[in-house]
C-alpha cells in the first residue's frame, strides 16, 4: 500500500488523499483550497494523477474543504462511485450546486469589473457540474463495511458534523486509518468521536494541533455575548459555517433563552443553505444527541431569512437583535451585507465561531483588522470583537492526544495533514512523546510506501 498526499498538506484546506494498493487507486476526500492565494492556485491545476484513473472516491464528510473540489475532479474524467454515509450526501446535495453556483457568480463579478487577468475569467465549475457529480454518488452506512478492489472500507463515527466519519481501509498489507476531521469530546449537537480503534498507519487532521481550547460551557461564553448584546440594545452578528455551525447556534440560543427570558430578542438565520441543512436533524435523528422535541424547538426559534430582499431589510434593523449567517471565515455570502451594515458602529458585537484560516476576512478580523476590504471596499471593523472558541467542532490538542491514545497499541506511524505548519509540528513533537510512534508531516505531493 501506498499514500500520496494530494491536498491539506500545510494547511486546513483541500483535502486529498491518494491509496493505491496493487493496481487500484482510491481518492479519500476532494477538498476545495480556500484562504491564502498561493493554496487558492491550487484549485486551477489538474489532480496530479489521472482522474479516470482512480476506482472510487471515498468522502469523510461533507465540508467543502474535503468534498469541495468533486465537480472539477468530474470534469477531469473520474467516472467512478463517491461513497459516503447517508447525511454527507445528503447535505453535499445542498453545498456543491451552491458552490458552483458562488463560482459562476465570482467569474461574471470578476469579468463584469474587468478584474481578472484570464479574459473571460471562468468558474472552476459551474452549478450544472456539480448536479453531474452527485450523480456519481453511493451511500454507505456507519456499520456495513464496503469493498473497493482490494480495500475493506468502513465508516466510523467521528462527531464533528452530521454524518462525519474516519474511513478506515483494510487490505493484506496493513490498515490505515484517515481521520478526517475529529470532533469534541462535548459538543452541543453531535456526539463525542468514537475512539480510534487502532491502525497500522494513521493519517490525522491537526487544525488545532498546537491550541487548547477554553473549558467554558459553549452556553456560558455565548449567554455571555448575548448579556452584552441585550445591555447594549446592539446586534451581535454571528458568522457561521451552514452546515453544523449555524444549528448549534441556534440550539444553544434556545437554551439560553429558556433558562433565562429576559435575554430573548429576535434572532435571524439568513443562511438559505443553513436553513435546508436544519432539517436534516429531522430526518437523521441516529447521527446526532439531540431528541426530537430539542429539534423541533431549535427549529422553530429563529425567523429563517430567504429572500435577498428580506436579508437587506434586515441592514436597516436596530438592535437588540442577533444574526447568524455566512460564510463562517467570511469569505463570501450575505454576511457580507451585514458587516457592511453592523460592522461600523461602535456598539455592535461580531462572534466568530469557528477556525479562521489565515487570509480570509475572519482572520484578519480576528487579528484586530481596524477595516477589511468587501466588494472592493474598505469596511470600517469598529464593533466589538469576540472569539467564541467552545462552538468549535475540532477536537483541540489535547483531545487529538487522547483519541489517538485510546488504541489499544500505537500505530507503526502517524502522518499530519490538516493543519498550519506550526500545528503541524507542535502535534508532531507531543505526539512523538506521548505515543512513541515516527509521526510525520508530509510535503504536498510526496509519496509514502506503507509496508
Ligand atoms: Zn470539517
Redesign the pocket.
Known amino acids: 500500500m501506498e499514500v500520496t498526499f494530494l491536498g491539506a498538506t500545510g494547511t486546513v484546506t483541500g483535502s486529498k488523499t491518494l491509496v493505491t494498493a496493487g493496481e487500484t487507486r482510491i481518492l479519500i476526500d476532494c477538498g476545495l483550497y480556500q484562504g491564502v492565494k498561493q493554496v487558492r492556485l491550487r484549485n486551477r491545476q489538474p489532480l496530479p494523477v489521472d482522474a479516470a484513473s482512480l476506482e472510487a472516491v471515498i468522502l469523510t464528510?461533507a465540508?467543502t474543504d474535503?468534498s469541495g473540489w468533486l465537480p472539477r475532479l468530474c470534469l477531469e474524467g473520474f467516472r467512478g462511485p463517491i461513497y459516503c454515509t447517508p447525511p454527507t450526501r445528503e447535505l453535499a446535495e445542498i453545498m456543491l450546486p451552491d458552490s458552483g453556483r458562488l463560482q459562476e457568480e465570482d467569474a461574471r463579478y470578476l469579468n463584469k469589473k474587468g478584474l481578472s487577468r484570464h479574459k473571460p475569467a471562468l468558474p472552476l465549475y459551474t452549478e450544472k457540474d456539480a448536479q453531474r457529480a452527485l450523480k456519481q454518488f453511493e451511500v454507505h452506512p456507519f456499520t456495513e463495511p464496503l469493498g473497493v478492489g482490494p480495500f475493506r472500507v468502513h465508516f466510523r463515527e467521528v462527531g464533528?458534523?452530521l454524518g462525519a466519519a474516519a474511513v478506515m481501509l483494510e487490505t493484506p498489507g496493513g490498515t490505515l486509518c484517515i481521520s478526517g476531521?475529529v470532533g469534541r469530546r462535548e459538543m452541543v449537537i453531535m456526539s463525542a468521536p468514537l475512539p480510534f480503534p487502532g491502525a497500522d498507519w494513521l493519517v490525522l487532521e491537526s487544525t488545532y494541533g498546537d491550541r487548547l481550547h477554553s473549558d467554558r460551557n459553549p452556553l456560558d461564553e455565548l449567554e455571555a455575548v448575548v448579556r452584552t448584546a441585550v445591555a447594549s440594545s446592539s446586534v451581535l452578528l454571528l458568522p457561521a459555517f451552514a452546515v453544523g455551525r449555524s444549528q448549534a447556534l441556534l440550539y444553544g440560543l434556545d437554551r439560553i433563552f429558556a433558562r433565562n427570558e429576559r435575554l430573548r430578542v429576535p434572532v435571524h438565520l439568513d443562511s438559505p443553505m443553513a436553513t435546508d441543512v436544519t432539517e436534516l436533524y429531522h430526518r437523521y435523528p441516529a447521527y446526532h444527541r439531540l431528541e426530537r422535541d430539542d429539534v423541533a424547538r431549535f427549529c422553530r426559534m429563529a425567523d429563517f431569512v430567504n429572500s435577498v430582499e428580506a436579508s437587506k431589510e434586515l441592514n436597516r434593523a436596530r438592535g437588540p437583535r442577533i444574526i447568524i449567517s455566512s460564510s463562517g471565515m467570511i469569505e463570501g455570502g450575505r454576511i457580507l451585507h451585514h458587516l457592511k451594515a453592523h460592522a461600523g458602529d461602535p456598539r455592535n458585537v461580531i462572534g466568530l465561531t469557528g477556525f479562521q484560516a489565515p487570509g480570509t476576512r475572519g482572520a484578519d478580523i480576528e487579528a484586530g483588522a481596524k477595516a477589511v476590504k468587501i466588494h472592493g471596499d474598505y469596511v470600517p471593523i469598529r464593533a466589538k470583537v469576540v472569539k467564541l472558541e467552545a462552538f468549535s467542532a475540532h477536537a483541540d490538542q489535547a483531545e487529538l492526544l487522547a483519541w489517538v491514545s485510546a488504541a489499544p497499541r500505537p500505530p507503526r506511524a502517524i502522518f499530519l495533514v490538516h493543519g498550519e505548519p506550526v500545528a503541524c509540528d507542535v502535534l508532531r513533537r507531543l505526539l512523538a512523546e506521548r505515543v512513541g510512534c515516527p509521526v510525520h508531516v508530509p510535503e504536498y505531493r510526496e509519496t509514502v510506501a506503507l509496508a
Open positions: 464528510h465540508h474535503h464533528h458534523i476531521d
